[in-house]
């Protein structure tokens, strides 16, 4: 049986499996692929956690004692009861984790990584990481596990997932040290955040000699022409999760990660980035994708889904809400019969209304994200959002009602954005603070090729040739500084948003915020 290895690297948050190699595998199974799974992200992880310490401080020496215990508490549901709790167990593993970035210049977490010398937007400093893999703070990591998969009963195919600037470096690290320690493999390279490199004219030269094949766009029907397989299954398939180690994720239960989508179904905000590269909208069929996920229940007893569509969009709500509705009527008197849901939802009509939210939340949501953005309409109008900010509050109130926590995104600087628009949001927030559990504030940062980036005086923003991002001359003169200044200044300091800030579970952020939603359910 045609056979290869699917890499998700580090570092990314190590709370539930990776979508990315996991519905690929589900493909390539369907169509006659056997795949192994590495999880390299959860593995490089426990590796540097398992590892010893080297410990000058008592926070560190702390953290180094109670790591084992802390990372047992992260599997139980209790400790997602006490925010104070969860955060010191966190920061403590954190701790660890970022004293082993120390030794080679790199600044670790457990949801990033960042380098003093080296940045993942440079595409010569991508390359001196593949050429100095012992450079790269997982070495120690990679360098005792991938020489095992040359044992491993593959076609010699190996294919990474590259989808956050995070996992870059480390990506290239585990490349280089497997061109030059294993050069019978064929290196694969894919995912998100490579398709948007791919717009890069002259990218693809300079991976030459280092992967064999450069995978831009969804890869699976890609990987089956490099496998040299016909297509025989052409429909949409479940995610496939053998293999991986599900019982270690960083979560009190297990998170499967399933997406009814590709692209997204408004697809008309401006200085989005799927539509500088040209992404168009894929869905699933809502019943397919609702059996999908019945399957997975049945199969992974998972104790959440996460939905990692774009946005959720309307009509696979209402096929999650039917089929749901006819198995609870058929286990009646049972507390819950579904396993709890959350993720990205647009803000629409139907999520105003308080029966429709009510029975999203008898369902299993316990967590909506809503990208809101800005309270002033004629910035959402500028932005093509597609609705207003009177909606918003009904949604809002709405899903609260519910009892379905809301995570709302704000972002700050566009160029339609004036000093008195970024007020009116603050306004918002602090009207609404009742009804909104969690907040993200961005700074906007301008797509390179956006159309938007043409009308804009534009300037370099990280100094990369592979930045995704410009700077640009604000044309009402609310620039980068002021808008941070306003941000951490004003804003971040308002009582109000405050005590939504707090609420934030640090590094894994929009993860495991749906975890302190859903405990009372799972307790």
Avoid at 195 to 222: F, H, I, M
Avoid at 321 to 326: L, Y
């Amino acid at each position: 049986m045609t056979a290869m290895i699917l890499v998700h690297p580090p570092v990314a948050k190590a709370c539930e499996p990776p979508a990315g190699i996991t519905k690929l595998a589900g493909f390539l199974e369907a169509n006659g692929v056997n795949c192994t799974l590495i999880d390299a992200n959860l593995e490089g992880m426990f590796h540097i956690l398992r590892s010893p310490v080297e410990a000058h401080d008592t926070w560190t020496k702390r953290a180094a004692r109670n790591c084992v215990r802390n990372l047992k508490a992260l599997h139980e549901w209790s400790i997602y009861k006490n925010l104070d709790r969860y955060s010191r167990a966190v920061m403590d593993l954190n701790r660890i984790i970022a004293t082993h970035g120390l030794k080679t210049g790199a600044q670790l977490s457990l949801s990033d990584y960042r380098h003093k010398n080296l940045s993942p937007l440079k595409s010569d400093d991508l390359l001196w990481s593949a050429e100095h893999p012992e450079a790269d703070p997982y070495h120690s990591f990679f360098s005792g596990r991938l020489p095992g998969i040359a044992e491993a009963d593959t076609d010699g195919v190996v294919g990474f997932s590259l989808n956050y600037l995070s996992q870059a470096l480390t990506t290239f690290s585990m490349i280089g040290y497997m061109r030059r320690e294993l050069p019978g493999l064929r290196l694969v390279l894919g995912g998100g955040l490579v398709t948007s490199w791919c717009r890069r004219q002259g990218l693809r030269n300079k991976l030459a000699g280092l992967v064999d094949d450069v995978v831009s766009g969804p890869g699976e029907y890609t990987l089956l022409r490099i496998l040299g397989k016909n297509l025989t299954v052409s429909g949409e398939t479940a995610p496939q999760f053998s293999g991986l180690r599900t019982g270690e994720y960083l979560s009190p239960g297990l998170i499967l990660p399933y997406a009814a989508s590709s692209g997204c179904y408004w697809g008309r905000c401006s200085f989005c980035p799927e539509q500088a590269e040209g992404a168009g909208y894929h869905p699933v069929a809502p019943e397919l994708a609702v059996t999908h996920l019945r399957r997975l229940e049945a199969a992974s007893k998972p104790a959440l889904f996460h939905l990692a569509d774009n946005a959720v969009s309307p009509a696979f709500m209402e096929s999650i809400i039917r089929e749901r509705s006819a198995r609870g009527a058929s286990a009646a008197g049972e507390k819950s019969g579904v396993t709890p849901w959350y993720g990205f939802a647009r803000i629409t009509p139907h999520l105003s209304d308080p029966d429709f939210c009510a029975a999203l939340a008898a369902s299993g949501c316990v967590m909506l994200k809503l990208g809101v953005e800005s309270a002033d309409q004629d910035v959402l109008d500028s932005m093509r959002k597609g609705h207003d900010i009177e909606t918003a509050r009904l949604v809002l109130a709405a899903l609260k009602g519910a009892g379905i926590s809301t995570y709302v995104y704000l972002i700050f600087g566009t160029p339609q954005e004036r000093e008195t628009s970024a007020r009116a949001t603050l306004g918002f927030v602090t009207q609404e603070s009742g009804h909104i559990d969690f907040l993200n504030l961005a700074l906007f940062n301008l797509p390179i090729g956006s159309a938007e980036a043409d009308l804009l005086e534009t300037r370099p923003f990280f100094g990369g040739d592979l930045s995704l991002y410009t700077d640009f001359v604000h044309p009402l003169g609310w620039d980068r500084r002021r808008v941070r200044q306003f941000v951490e200044r004003e804003f971040s300091r308002h009582p109000a948003v405050q005590k939504i800030l707090r609420k934030q579970p640090p590094f894994f952020t929009s993860n495991h915020a749906p975890l302190f939603a859903v405990k009372e359910r799972c307790t």
